[in-house]
């Protein structure tokens, strides 16, 4: 009956699935339950509905509605007063143009899917172990998974491969091309056994939450036992039951069924699509969860179609010029009722009636016979621009070399073509921490050993010295087990330790002595040590260069090399690391039979347990530790005690009867914890530091300078998040105060969020202030923004993620958004990959601003696929985020250059094409309004057809392009030095309603003079001859050379910055539109097709007068002076901050970016170094099995050569300055 339970919610979409429930080796019980494929599709279309589809998608934008049915308008003869070529050409160019540029999108998607899909894995299938492919894989299946496995390739696949993948190596076997796959795999698995003692797996789980140091997972021992026997495993019936599918990264359950037997099953002992196999030579895996349902594709969130706000604007504005379009045809056609009821019956010997047309249907066919005429309002060539100007725009982002990271050969990129004008409108950046801000590398950098400080150097006169790569490097070569990558600079406390100072011996033996690192030594003294932390390998390696080498450990004893001599240490007791307890203890006895409890963790923890004696040894080192918390150093104190016999005996009973409690264990294990943990002797502290990216603390000023708020969404400790936050200049010690949130109720987190706001704005409202708005079509849809309360003064805030959790929900939601929009900065902690993107989502709700965020993990896709703009850093954690963003860089400091510089040139350039464009096509419309009162509203156009064709495509195309590719109000440099420069985009200043009814009222003076100079200027105007040239087609060609000549000296006005390319279309468009103005005007065309070009020898007829060329000047000085005396006036009365820039860009010489070093904190700060996200692994290391089966020889930990972890090389900040450079076009 099961089966048909699950059968029944299949079919509803499995929306109702409590839990999941599977059987090893048995596909017909499992695909009963049809539970999702492993194969994922990302693509949108196939061959058969690419057509379809695409037209369909395309025929959902009102645009091209709207030119659709004026086409079929204009196949009707009775209403049509245009040839339909108008506008089904330029219609078809625009489908043709974007189904071309979707194609390619979905051809790149499919490519990716297919790479994803047909990798291959062994499954084993009828007792046997067989190569299938990924997407094949279903629920139930046993597959074995191996490190470094590698795929033969046929050569003319390679570039496929490592275009595709990128993750890899390749070797030759006998002249065949291998690829080393080390991808990660694409299911969520059980995991039964490994090739490690104790049924240890390690795993990198960079694709899952943006960490690149190993986890360690550990299958159930009933299923271990298994080993690597093949017939064990085709007989093994195994039956699952588990959780549904959920995006809960951190958690699992379920129980494992075997023979009668139930067994629980947790996180650890679940490998989780994403992660990467290292250092073990194979493992087995049951697929409990495949393809949509696996936790990282649950965590990816949904793909949305981002547009700008400039897009929704003109959507918007092409809805209402529809609804205008309408208004003005209607009061047309009723005019020209009024007129054929009143005057018409006098022409009707000239233009005699239809038969059975009345009065009334003729007004009918005259109100579409406006539409048509009218239509240029909205031509469709402003949507074809629009897309060339943001694929240039984007190609110019690719191109930019100071984007490029020659480290990694990986430039910027733009991966979407439709967001780039809004990366000039940025108001907040959610970023993440390790890895975007950080390298993610620790390296020791300083210590305090009994009150004496180690790691500065100083000069003759006391002075410290900047310590720089060049400078002189501590020898080791004394120490033949040191590691060579190592690099430290004080030589004093390699002699402290020669020398035998026993407080420096202590110091490092602890260090050697506690943690959970395990040791590998592939040949004789190379030792590589496998850390579920990257600090905890930085600091085991500082003690090993220093002369204590933890050389092997058992489940009984720890080896350690103190300074040539091996010394094994007998392991009493772990006392491990929990985020509770904040610090982390071991008891060993010595050779000798001492016993000591070696202790670190954070200060504020160690501190409260020393014992009176260390008072003044407290103060000393506190007074290092502010020191190197200013310096952004993730500090760790350490401290020993001596322990009798007698009492530890004690202790240990007491120990064992709580480890064995099944009521209040972790309760009465505390308690113990507590009571020994105490009165213990201070030895020191050690400061690690997890370097920054190169140029990570000016970037973040800049943006600061800009009026862009950064939130930073971490994963990480508050001490470590504050800390970096220090470091980096997001926190700065000017600020007036740094509000930290850390209620456990969702009262205490609101009270919390009062008390800060109160102080930031005493007199700010209790209710938050609302502004109503309205959006979407017509401005119907109603909205809510909150409004920023003022504040004087610069403000922090931090807030954990239970506290965060608290806030999020919709009570609170508000109070949140409320307090932290009215801080500068904001660092979330502790926060879920869902949680990042709740934050994302909550100011996207209620605040009128652009969103963008970055990130470089899988952890980090949600708010990518979230915020308006999503920036994906192509690191060291996978390539998850860059495969989801907008924007992918190679480092965050190219980010500044990427808003700064290419997105408030976009914005800027986006908007004068906008603004001259409806310029234009509103200028070129109500001429034919004006000239309805002279024609009896009879919508004849009064331009010639072949003018109004080229208007758009050929006579005015162009220069725009030019302005909206090319233009610089300032260049980059100087972009750079005024980040102010950036912040009317912020406000959307440069194209909004009130600039488009500016553009209206323009248009509508262009088009009164352009009409009634010439229409005056001509009337009773003769030739020299005498003959009259006052005739419609006369009129005509002067209406459109003086409308020609005042668009482009339009843009001849809003042109900033003049290339050749920009010369060239425009002269190039005005000699043009004279060359095919007379060459339609020919007589040889005339004779070859006279209904077509119906205009013959009117332009060299007119166009030869003296007196039409004065009417010409005479009417376009009429329209530029106004516009250039109007500017002159408010550049000298109200200049912006543009104009205030480009005048002393003229006036100075390209000024230096002065960079401000990250400020001092003179606050206790402090923070302890991050141990491991969850429980740490004391239990396991002292595990009675821990050597049941031999260690096979493993690859190195980190077997990439190049990689950074592999050379461990401190990498010291330097300040990125730009280079001199000659103004440029992109």
Aim: neutral net charge.
């Amino acid at each position: 009956m099961k089966p048909l339970m699950y059968y029944w919610n299949s079919l509803r979409g499995n929306k109702e699935e409590k839990e999941r429930l599977l059987r090893a080796n048995d596909r017909s019980f499992n695909l009963s339950f049809h539970y999702a494929k492993n194969e994922i599709k990302t693509s949108k279309y196939n061959i058969i509905t690419f057509l379809p589809l695409n037209l369909y998608v395309q025929f959902t934008r009102l645009a091209n509605v709207y030119f659709l049915l004026l086409l079929i308008l204009q196949l009707i003869p009775e209403i049509s007063s245009l040839p339909w070529f108008t506008t089904a050409v330029p219609l078809v160019i625009v489908l043709s143009i974007t189904g071309v540029k979707d194609a390619n999108d979905d051809i790149n998607r499919h490519k990716s899917d297919r790479q994803v899909n047909n990798r291959t894995v062994e499954v084993l299938v009828d007792g046997k172990l067989k190569e299938e492919r990924w997407k094949n894989v279903q629920v139930g299946d046993i597959l074995k998974l191996q490190n470094n496995h590698f795929v033969p390739v046929e050569h003319g696949a390679v570039h496929a491969v490592t275009s595709n993948s990128g993750v890899g190596r390749w070797r030759n076997v006998n002249g065949d091309c291998q690829y080393m796959d080390e991808l990660p795999w694409k299911a969520d698995l059980l995991l039964l056994s490994s090739s490690e003692p104790l049924n240890l797996v390690y795993v990198e789980t960079a694709e899952l939450d943006g960490e690149t140091n190993l986890k360690v997972k550990q299958a159930l021992t009933v299923t271990g036992e298994l080993g690597n026997d093949i017939e064990a495993y085709s007989t093994f019936t195994g039956e699952v039951r588990c959780e549904h599918p959920n995006n809960r990264l951190d958690k699992f359950k379920g129980t494992l069924t075997v023979k009668g037997q139930t067994h629980g099953l947790d996180n650890d002992k679940v490998l989780l699509r994403g992660c990467t196999l290292r250092n073990t030579e194979w493992c087995f895996g049951l697929v409990i969860f495949g393809g949509p349902d696996t936790k990282l594709m649950q965590n990816s969130g949904q793909s949305k179609f981002k547009r700008t706000r400039i897009d929704r604007m003109m959507n918007i504005l092409v809805l209402c010029i529809c609804g205008f379009l309408v208004t003005i045809c209607v009061i047309l056609s009723i005019a020209n009722s009024i007129w054929e009821t009143n005057e018409g019956s006098a022409f009707t010997v000239f233009l005699p009636h239809l038969p059975d047309i009345s009065v009334e249907l003729s007004s009918f066919f005259i109100f579409w016979s406006y539409i048509i005429v009218l239509n240029t309002v909205v031509p469709i060539s402003l949507y074809v621009s629009v897309e060339i100007i943001r694929l240039g725009n984007s190609f110019f982002i690719d191109w930019d070399r100071k984007m490029y990271y020659p480290k990694k050969d990986t430039p910027a990129q733009a991966r979407t073509t439709t967001l780039n004008e809004e990366l000039g409108q940025i108001k907040y950046i959610f970023s993440d921490k390790t890895g975007t801000l950080t390298q993610n590398i620790m390296t020791f950098n300083k210590c305090s050993i009994n009150g004496k400080p180690y790691g500065e150097l100083y000069d003759f006169s006391g002075h410290k010295v900047k310590i720089l790569e060049k400078m002189e490097r501590v020898d080791f070569s004394w120490n033949k087990l040191a590691d060579p990558k190592f690099i430290f600079h004080d030589h004093s406390l390699v002699e402290t330790v020669r020398e035998g100072n026993s407080e420096a011996h202590a110091f490092f033996r602890l260090l050697a002595l506690c943690h959970t690192v395990m040791p590998e030594e592939k040949k004789e003294g190379e030792l590589n040590y496998q850390a579920q932390s990257p600090d905890e390998s930085a600091l085991v390696t500082a003690a090993r260069n220093f002369g204590f080498v933890f050389h092997c450990r058992t489940p009984e004893t720890i080896t350690v090399m103190e300074m040539g001599r091996n010394v094994v240490y007998e392991l009493v007791a772990v006392l491990d690391f929990s985020n509770v307890r904040k610090r982390m203890s071991i008891i060993v006895r010595s050779p000798e039979g001492k016993i000591t409890l070696f202790c670190k963790g954070a200060d504020i923890v160690v501190f409260e347990r020393l014992h009176p004696s260390s008072d003044k040894l407290m103060e000393a080192t506190m007074k290092h530790l502010n020191e190197y918390a200013g310096d952004g150093l993730r500090t760790l104190v350490l401290a020993y005690k001596d322990l009798d016999e007698s009492y530890l005996e004690e202790w240990r009973k007491r120990h064992h009867e709580a480890s064995i409690a099944m009521e209040e264990r972790e309760e009465r294990l505390d308690e113990l914890y507590e009571e020994i943990e105490k009165d213990m002797t201070l030895l020191g502290a050690t400061a690690v530091e997890d370097k920054l990216q190169d140029g990570v603390p000016h970037t973040i000023e800049q943006l600061a300078e800009a009026d862009i708020k950064i939130w930073v969404l971490t994963g990480d400790k508050q001490e470590t998040a504050e800390n970096i936050g220090y470091a980096c200049n997001i926190l700065r010690e000017d600020m007036n105060e740094v509000f930290v949130v850390t209620g456990n109720t969702a009262e205490a987190v609101q009270k919390e969020l009062k008390e800060a706001r109160q102080k930031m704005c005493p007199q700010a409202a209790t209710t938050p202030s609302m502004k109503k708005s309205h959006g979407g079509l017509f401005w119907l849809t109603k909205t809510k923004y909150l409004q920023d309360d003022k504040v004087d003064g610069e403000y922090g805030l931090i807030i954990n993620g239970s506290s965060l959790a608290f806030a999020l929900e919709e009570d609170l939601e508000l109070e949140l958004l409320r307090t932290a929009c009215m801080c500068q900065t904001v660092i979330c902690c502790r926060v879920t990959p869902l949680q990042k993107a709740q934050v994302v989502k909550a100011v996207k709700k209620y605040k009128q601003a652009v969103t963008l965020s970055i990130g470089d993990g899988a952890n980090d896709v949600s708010m990518i696929k979230t915020a308006h703009i999503g920036v994906g850093i192509s690191g060291q954690e996978g390539m998850q985020a860059v495969l989801s963003s907008d924007f992918s860089l190679a480092q965050f400091r190219y980010l500044q250059r990427l808003l700064l510089v290419h997105g408030r040139w976009s914005y800027l350039r986006m908007c004068k094409f906008l603004r001259y464009f409806f310029l234009k096509n509103f200028t070129f419309t109500f001429v034919h309004f004006w000239y309805a009162f002279f024609c009896g509203f009879s919508a004849q156009p009064v331009y010639d057809d072949w003018f109004s064709t080229c208007y758009n495509l050929v006579y005015t195309a162009l220069p725009v392009l030019a302005l909206s590719l090319f233009d610089q109000d300032v260049n980059s440099h100087w972009s750079f030095y005024y980040p102010k420069l950036y912040t009317p985009g912020q406000r959307n200043m440069y194209f909004n309603r009130t600039s488009f009814l500016l553009c209206i009222m323009q248009s509508c003076y262009n088009s009164l003079i352009l009409f009634f100079i010439p229409y005056a200027a001509l009337h009773d105007t003769v030739r020299q001859d005498g003959r009259e040239i006052a005739d419609y087609q006369s009129f005509a060609i002067l209406l459109q050379t003086c409308l020609i000549i005042v668009v482009n000296a339009q843009i001849f006005l809003d042109t900033w910055y003049w290339t050749g390319i920009n010369h060239f279309f425009l002269w190039g468009s005005m000699a043009a539109y004279f060359a095919l103005t007379f060459t339609m005007n020919s007589n040889g065309l005339f004779f070859i097709f006279p209904t077509m070009f119906q205009f013959l020898g009117t332009g060299r007829n007119s166009l030869n007068q003296p007196n039409t060329w004065l009417i010409i000047f005479l009417t376009c000085l009429l329209c530029i002076l106004p516009i250039v005396a109007l500017r002159f006036i408010f550049i000298q009365t109200s200049p912006t901050i543009n104009d205030k820039v480009r005048y002393k860009m003229r006036r100075d010489e390209i000024p230096a970016i002065s960079l401000r070093p990250p400020a001092t904190r003179r606050v206790s700060k402090r923070s302890s170094y991050a141990f491991s996200h969850s429980q740490g692994y004391g239990d396991l290391v002292t595990s009675q099995k821990f050597l049941d089966k031999k260690t096979p020889r493993r690859p190195l930990l980190f077997g990439q050569k190049d990689h950074p972890l592999a050379e461990n090389q401190p990498q010291l900040f330097r300040t990125i300055t730009e280079e001199p450079e000659e103004p440029q076009s992109c």
